[in-house]
Structure formats: structure tokens, C-alpha cells
């Protein structure tokens, strides 16, 4: 007999040897949840969203300060309506990304839709929760195109904060309904009163028309859903207009490619409709159309007001352009004015630590700016790098989260240069002029910085900010401005206790430690807000960093004049701290031009030659520390000083205590 057949009856002895089992019971026919794939439609169940007619749909947002409670607030809100379970879990649930759940602070915009039923009537509710960072503001602003209203939430125990006011101001000038929420009237230290009375005094809203809630733990929040509905209008818009879609948010999936978030102004769109963008005029099939609940839930149809998510084949990241409008084929609209596009603050310079990934870093950078389409990208390279990009970001925490997002999505390690600020030049060299073809350029790299004997006069950019403290504060505060350059514009005070400063400062006095020193001064208390005030005359220089003579490109700062030895002093005190000793001595030096302004010298490792002379002449000591000397600046010759990678931001950053 063969092997399969000795196999078989063995199996058949086995079988009529073991007792009947239990009868099995019937595997459900759906997976549970948490067994499904993310990325799975299988198993969902379609919702018809024609039940929902315009009139019953509430586009808003929610907006605050860092910390005041916006993400808890959606918490209790998706609790309520139904869309998640109650459990002591539910912690930052649209905050999915892991640099959010790490540093506990929003960095994109998530929507979700909420079903909630109000006197009878069935509403659709699509929140957007926002960050509350200044670097994230352009978030905040693309959020409120899609929403019709706001709203505003104030710590009880902190009050009205720098961000507060600019994102008051930025849902005023959207002509939103705004719902002033103060959160956190559990805590021991609340004062709503004196809360209330900052709003009334400062937005002119009614004391009377601020919610007092606890988003922890749940008090008075469904009044908050009940003033949603009541105060803010639905959109306007029509399901007999022809298709006309907002891409307001997209994001990149290895396995369908682009998911679009959409808002639609009119019409209506379901799978199986040819659509066309109006940025690259190509058309595209729709796969799947559904609604953030807040994980994807598929439809059947989108509807004018509402708002979803779209997925139709688009395998490029660069298909799916925000602010671009799409509407069905042979039936063109007039496209959505889209949005202001974001204006960079600082720049960097981003290297692959091998220039063998360079393609990779080149496709992940594609897929990240789909998804943060704030940052600015420029091709550029460095003698001492290779190939890389100049990258624009809207302040220093963006530039940070972005590096972390990087590392932790896309498993890239990068250089990241010292970031600076644009500054101009206007050209007075007939010659420079014909070059660049105009006689005010932009420098976003020390490199390029012209020469003084060629220009006129140099700008830099300057910044309104804008800062609330406790009054007990002020006189340090003031101190730190006057050190940065500032000029004051404006102070008032908001109540008894707390006060709002307006200064006009130097962009690049604030960009790297500015709000570090503020709240080291103020116990954490003092707030900042910053937008744009445009260019100012200023007397400034190029710095260059020389190691044993050569320089260092990436180290290259513009400064002012005024604080060019500081700086120099300083930055050559960090770099001896942040590059580690070798055999031979580095000369630290800091240079304008051809003038050495700071030097630091690194001591060389030393191995003590005249051990072994235990007595005798002295010329034979002598003739074996020469001999050394002799080695060590030959080795100085021909070594090379290599700066560590993390070095760049370490020796910008300045220090407190210094």
C-alpha cells in the first residue's frame, strides 16, 4: 500500500475512535468590528441618505485655544448622538494619528457626521474637530469653508487665550453663527463669571448666550447640540443644481489610493458616476461614496449638504489637489474659489541621511504634503548633503510634527538644516537685475544671500503678535519683547487680572524660541498668536560658521547686525558642546566676510607620550611632545570634522539660562 493510502485509513481509525463533538453553532454571518480590516467596506451596511434633506443638516466646527478642551468636547458629542460606545477609553477619538496621541495636541482636522434626533426631526450633524496651534491655523480656516457654523470653546479656569481671539476672528470674518461654550466648570480653580464677562467685553456676545458645560464628564453638553441646531443655519444649496464638490481634506491608502473628504455645494454623486476635476481637467469612475462616522461608512448616495468622503481610482498624490472643485462629466460648473494658499513662516533644508533613499523620501514627501498641503516644496542641494528640498512649514512645532510624521508613517530618517525666514533684497546691480529679471528677490537660503556692495537695502519679515498674561507678568514680558526688537502697539486689559499685548516683532526673533522663553517667564500662564504684518526695512548680515576653516553651509544664519557677536559667541559655545572630540584640534569660528568675529577651539584626544620618560634629559621629553605636535597637524590636514545630524536644531535653540 502507498503512503497516501496508509495515510487515509490511519485518519479513518482515528476518526471512528473519538466521541461525537458538540454540535457547532452557526459562525455569524458578519465579522465583528474589530475583526474586519480598517480599510474594509465588507459587512457595512449602505445608509440612505435622502432621509436627511437640507434642511436638517448642521455643518460646524469646533474651535479653541491649545487645551481647552475641543477634542474632549467631540468625545461626548459622538458619545450622545450614538456614533461611538460610552467606555472609559474614549480619549482624543479623532485624533488617529500617532504624533497626536503622543504630544496630546490636534494636528488635522477630523470630520465626523452625527445622527441626532431634536423635538421629532431627524438631523445630520458633520463636526469638524480643529487645532488649536497657531502653526495650525490654516487647518482651522480650510475647515470653516465647509461649515456654515462655529463652536467657540473658553477654559473656565484659563479664559479668553491668544488663540481664542484668532479664531474668534477668523469664524467672524467667515460670517459664521458662533456658540461660545466655556468648558471645565468642574475644576476646583473655574471662574465662569469672570469668563463670560471677557466674552462680552471682547466679541460682544451676550453673557447670556454662553453654554457653561463639562466635556469630561458630560455635563450640559446636550444643550450644546440643541444650540447647534437651533442657531446654526443649513447650507445653502440645492439637490436639483447640478454637481459641484469641495476637496477640502484628502489622504493617500496603498490599497484604493486617494480618499477624498468632499463637502457638496449641489447635486448629487453615487458610485458609478463619471466625474471630472477642474485642476487637472481628467475623469475620473467613482468606486464608493459615505460618511465619516468617524471611521468610513459607505452610501449610496451623497447629497447637496452634505458632507463625505470619495474614492474614485485616483492612484497619483498629486490628482487630488485641495480646494479643487469636481463635477460630473459633459455637465461643467463654475469651480469653488478654493482656498488662500498657506503662506510659509519658516524653512528648512530636508536631506536623506543616504542619498541612496532619495527616491523614497521623494515619495513619501508626495504622499505627506497630500496630506498637509500647507508646506511648500523646493528642490535643492547641498555640497555637504547631496540632493534634498527646501521645505516651507508655518512655524516650528509644524516643522517638528512634520519630521515626526515622517519617521513614524513612512519609517524615513532625515537631515533636517537649521531653519530660517524669507527675508528680500532689493537689487541696486544693473547686472544682478537682468539676472534674476526683477530688483527685489526673495532669499530662503543663506546661500544665496546677495553681497552688500550690490544691494540697495535689505527686508525682513515682520509679524503682529499678539500675547495674553496674567498682569503680574508684564514688566518680564516686556523685558523679553524689548530684547527681540519689538515695538509695542497696543495693551489692554481684557478683566482685572489679565491683560493682551500687541507687539510687532522681527519673524525671525520668534521663530525658534520665542514661545519657550514666554512661558518659562509666565509659569506657562502668558499665551502667543502671531499673523503676518508684512516686510520692514533692516540692517542685516550674512554669518558663516567655519570648522578648521572651512564652512559650513547649513550652519549659515542671516542675522541683524546688532546681535551678530552675540550670536556668533553663542553659536560657536554650542557647536564645542554638540560635536564630538577628535584627534586632532577644530577651530571653531564665527565670520562675517573675511572678519572672525567668535572662536572656539575643541582640544584634541592626547595620548601622554612622556609616560615613559621616568627621569633624565629634558631635551627627550621635548623631542617626543614635537613629534606629536608634529602628527596631530598633519591628521589636521587631511582629517575631516563631521557635524552630527541632530546637531542642526540642537545648536540653534537657544538656552534659557544663557
Not at 531653519?419 to 528677490?441: D, F, N
Not at 535689505?458 to 524689548?482: A, F, R
Not at 506657562?524 to 576653516?549: C, P, R, V
Request: include cysteine; charge should be positive.
Amino acid at each position: 500500500m502507498g503512503l497516501a493510502g496508509r495515510t487515509a485509513v490511519w485518519w479513518a481509525r482515528l476518526r471512528s475512535c473519538r466521541p461525537a463533538a458538540a454540535p457547532q453553532p452557526c459562525l455569524p454571518a458578519r465579522l465583528p468590528a474589530a475583526c474586519q480590516r480598517p480599510y474594509s467596506s465588507r459587512g457595512k451596511e449602505k445608509i440612505d441618505m435622502s432621509t436627511y434633506p437640507v434642511e436638517s443638516i448642521r455643518n460646524f466646527s469646533i474651535i479653541a485655544h491649545v487645551d481647552h478642551g475641543k477634542s474632549t468636547l467631540a468625545d461626548r458629542l459622538l458619545e450622545i448622538t450614538g456614533t461611538i460606545a460610552k467606555t472609559d477609553r474614549n480619549k482624543q477619538v479623532l485624533d488617529k494619528l500617532q504624533v497626536e496621541r503622543e504630544r496630546g495636541i490636534t494636528v488635522k482636522a477630523q470630520s465626523a457626521s452625527l445622527f441626532y434626533n431634536h423635538k421629532g426631526v431627524n438631523y445630520l450633524l458633520n463636526l469638524i474637530d480643529t487645532p488649536g496651534h497657531v502653526d495650525f491655523s490654516y487647518e482651522v480656516s480650510r475647515s470653516l469653508s465647509a461649515c456654515q457654523g462655529v463652536i467657540l470653546v473658553v477654559d473656565a479656569n484659563e479664559g479668553i487665550q491668544a488663540q481664542t481671539v484668532a479664531n474668534f476672528y477668523l469664524a467672524f470674518e467667515a460670517q459664521l453663527a458662533i456658540i461660545p461654550v466655556i468648558n471645565k466648570i468642574d475644576l476646583k480653580n473655574a471662574d465662569p463669571e469672570r469668563v463670560e464677562k471677557q466674552i462680552e467685553k471682547l466679541f460682544d456676545i451676550p453673557i447670556d448666550e454662553c453654554i457653561r458645560i463639562s466635556a469630561k464628564q458630560g455635563t450640559n453638553v446636550e444643550k450644546v447640540l440643541q444650540k447647534v441646531i437651533e442657531k446654526i443655519p443649513p447650507p445653502q444649496c440645492n439637490t436639483a443644481d447640478p454637481l459641484k464638490a469641495l476637496v477640502f481634506d484628502s489622504t493617500f491608502d496603498h490599497y484604493r489610493g486617494v480618499i477624498a473628504n468632499i463637502a457638496l455645494f449641489g447635486g448629487e454623486i453615487q458610485k458609478g458616476h463619471k466625474i471630472v476635476s477642474a485642476h487637472t481637467k481628467k475623469r475620473y469612475e467613482v468606486n464608493e461614496v459615505g460618511i465619516l462616522t468617524p471611521n468610513e461608512q459607505p452610501t449610496h448616495k451623497l447629497y447637496a449638504g452634505q458632507v463625505g468622503y470619495l474614492i474614485a481610482g485616483m492612484k497619483e498624490v498629486t490628482e487630488a489637489q485641495i480646494g479643487d472643485t469636481l463635477f460630473l462629466y459633459k455637465q461643467p460648473v463654475e469651480p469653488l474659489p478654493g482656498f488662500k494658499s498657506a503662506k510659509p513662516m519658516v524653512f528648512a533644508g530636508m536631506y536623506p541621511v543616504d542619498q541612496t533613499e532619495y527616491n523614497n523620501l521623494k515619495s513619501a514627501l508626495e504622499r505627506l504634503t497630500l496630506n498637509d498641503s500647507s508646506v511648500t516644496v523646493h528642490r535643492d542641494s547641498s555640497l555637504a548633503l547631496g540632493a534634498g528640498w527646501r521645505l516651507g512649514f508655518l512655524g516650528l512645532l509644524h516643522m517638528e510634527v512634520f519630521n515626526q510624521r515622517l519617521e513614524q508613517e513612512y519609517n524615513m530618517s532625515v537631515i533636517l538644516t537649521a531653519p530660517t525666514v524669507p527675508y528680500k533684497a532689493v537689487l541696486s546691480s544693473a547686472k544682478l537685475i537682468k539676472e534674476y529679471g526683477k530688483a527685489e528677490i526673495t532669499i530662503i537660503n543663506p546661500a544665496q544671500f546677495p553681497d552688500k556692495l550690490s544691494v540697495s537695502e535689505y527686508l525682513e519679515p515682520t509679524v503682529l503678535g499678539t500675547i495674553v498674561t496674567p498682569h503680574e507678568y508684564i514688566g518680564k514680558i516686556i523685558v523679553l519683547c524689548q530684547d527681540r526688537r519689538a515695538v509695542q502697539k497696543d495693551m489692554l486689559y481684557i478683566d482685572e487680572n489679565r491683560v493682551m499685548l500687541k507687539y510687532l516683532f522681527p519673524l525671525n526673533e520668534i521663530v525658534v524660541d520665542f514661545y519657550d522663553a514666554l512661558k518659562s517667564l509666565s509659569s506657562g500662564y502668558a499665551s502667543f498668536d502671531y499673523e503676518d504684518a508684512g516686510y520692514q526695512a533692516a540692517d542685516l548680515i550674512k554669518m558663516d560658521i567655519l570648522l578648521n576653516g572651512n564652512p559650513v553651509e547649513e550652519l549659515a544664519t542671516i542675522i541683524h547686525n546688532d546681535k551678530a557677536y552675540a550670536t556668533g559667541k553663542f553659536l560657536c559655545e554650542r557647536l564645542k558642546d554638540a560635536i564630538p572630540r577628535q584627534l586632532f584640534e577644530i577651530a571653531i569660528q564665527a565670520a562675517i566676510g573675511k572678519k572672525i568675529i567668535a572662536r572656539e577651539t575643541l582640544k584634541a584626544y592626547r595620548k601622554n607620550v612622556v609616560a615613559k620618560c621616568y627621569g633624565g634629559d629634558i631635551t627627550r621629553r621635548m623631542k617626543l611632545l614635537k613629534r606629536q605636535a608634529e602628527g596631530k597637524r598633519l591628521m589636521r590636514k587631511i582629517g575631516n570634522v563631521e557635524v552630527p545630524r541632530d546637531a542642526f536644531i540642537r545648536v540653534l535653540k537657544r538656552q534659557t539660562d544663557k
